[in-house]
């Protein structure tokens, strides 16, 4: 029922560009490049490297850096050596293999590069990775499981996960992260040819926990992948994703969902580079925040390249401000180089509870609090219910109910 009536009272003017129209900044598919630009407005390329000394010393004023609490995470950015492990437990359908790799594997060398001088950190630091092996044309009635769980250890765990998607294979993944540590990893997605993946990555961790992750997605031709985030734990949690197109036709959506307390910081930060022709890529992520000092951020970036002709591209990102104290961030970025696309756009939007959703539930003998509870759980029931796993769906939406019972007795 709560669907259904987000659904009927959305504001979200998604269908007007589907048919043709142009809304929350959304950019018309015959627009034309401007004139050239001069050197100086020209974007500067991205630093990626797997040394960390490549990138600056990060100090909290760099763009990248700005909206994240430095402080908080420096106990990972002085990157110290560390032996540390998380618990792992895993469930792994008839094919799917699991390897040590060491750091000279062959592998390691073909996998998406680190963005930032954390992630440089980990791959570095967790010297090899634990690869998944789905083998090509498998298809996987059940999802793989992957539990990791920190024990309180006050060292930093270093870790680095490559999933390896054969051609044409069709698959689940699920990631689940619970109690406490101090983590910083890699997680690498390389997507075969004519495959078909989603990803899932549940943060649940413990209020004292810490987690920076980069996961790069690399898609290949005419293949699909899905990458969800679900952040609900944590002290301060910042994951940053990137998707580059090993050739045309891939498809990438990319879903989230966070709900972030008092003094929580949830963060997220995306980048899609669109250098492949005829390729598609769709942003959704929804937040809500409660509570004195929950802070928020959302970034996300998109590229689209001159080779990248016949692209299709969109982005949105919506945040519920539950209390006044919150703070949301949301950033949207959209970088065209060629004018022969699809589409192009975005949508960014923050606030409190729309008045008149409350009214048209009230008006029917819903009592306000209630009438809120639901508005709250239509809101999310959108991501939630395109998981794919029952029974974690069913465990999601169990604890937003538990976080807006926090909300009620606040």
């Known amino acids: 029922m709560a669907s259904s009536i987000a659904d009927a009272l959305s504001t979200e003017r998604t269908a007007l560009r589907e048919q043709g129209g142009v809304t929350d900044g959304s950019i018309a598919a015959n627009v034309k490049p ?7 407005d ?12 490549a990138f600056p010393a990060v100090t909290g004023r760099e763009e990248e850096w700005r ?3 430095v402080d908080r995470i420096r106990v990972l950015l002085e990157g110290a050596p560390s032996q540390a492990h998380l618990q792992w437990k895993t469930e792994l359908p008839d094919g799917v293999t699991l390897r040590e790799a060491a750091a000279d594997d062959p592998l390691l060398a073909t996998v998406p590069v680190p963005v930032d001088r954390l992630s440089a950190l980990a791959m570095t630091r967790a010297d090899g990775a634990v690869v998944i092996t789905i083998p090509a044309a498998a298809e996987l009635a059940e999802p793989v499981l992957v539990d990791l769980r920190g024990s309180g250890d006050e060292e930093v765990v270093w870790g680095h996960v490559v999933l390896d998607i054969g051609a044409h294979a069709k698959a689940t993944v699920v990631f689940e992260h619970a109690g406490d540590a101090r983590y910083a990893a890699c997680v690498s997605v390389l997507v075969g040819d004519g495959a078909n ?24 031709r005419d293949a699909k992948v899905r990458g969800i985030d679900v952040t609900l734990g944590g002290d301060v949690v ?5 998707v580059e ?3 045309p036709g891939g498809d990438a959506e990319l879903l989230g969902l966070y709900f972030a307390d008092a ?4 963060e997220h930060r995306l980048f899609i580079d669109h250098a492949a022709p005829n390729c598609r890529s769709r942003v959704t992520y929804k937040g809500a925040l409660q509570g ?9 970036d998109v590229l689209i390249r001159a080779e990248a002709t016949g692209t299709d591209t969109y982005e949105l990102n919506r945040n519920l401000l539950l209390t006044p104290e919150a703070r949301a961030d949301s950033v949207p970025n959209l970088e065209i180089e060629t004018g022969e696309i699809l589409g192009a756009g975005h949508a960014s939007a923050t606030g409190r509870f729309d008045d008149e959703q409350l009214f048209y539930l009230q008006a029917r003998g819903i009592a306000a609090d209630e009438a809120r509870r639901m508005v709250v759980r239509g809101f999310f029931a959108d991501v939630i219910n395109r998981i794919g796993v029952d029974a974690l769906e069913e465990r999601l939406l169990a604890a937003v109910e538990a976080e807006l019972e926090r909300t009620a007795n606040t």
Do not use: C, M, N
Not at 42 to 53: A, L, M, N, Q, T
Not at 199 to 206: A, F, G, H
């Open 34 to 40: 401007s004139t050239p630009r001069s050197p100086a």
């Open 42 to 53: 020209v974007r500067p390329e991205r630093i990626v490297s797997r040394d960390p000394e």
């Open 67 to 69: 909206f994240t609490p």
């Open 197 to 220: 993946v989603d990803v899932v990555s549940v943060q649940e961790w413990d209020r004292t926990a810490v987690h920076a992750q980069h996961t790069g997605i690399r898609v290949g």
């Open 238 to 242: 910042r994951l940053v994703k990137t």
């Open 245 to 247: 197109y090993a050739g």
């Open 263 to 266: 003094a929580q910081h949830l």
């Open 292 to 300: 004195d000092s929950a802070r928020t951020v959302w970034v996300g």
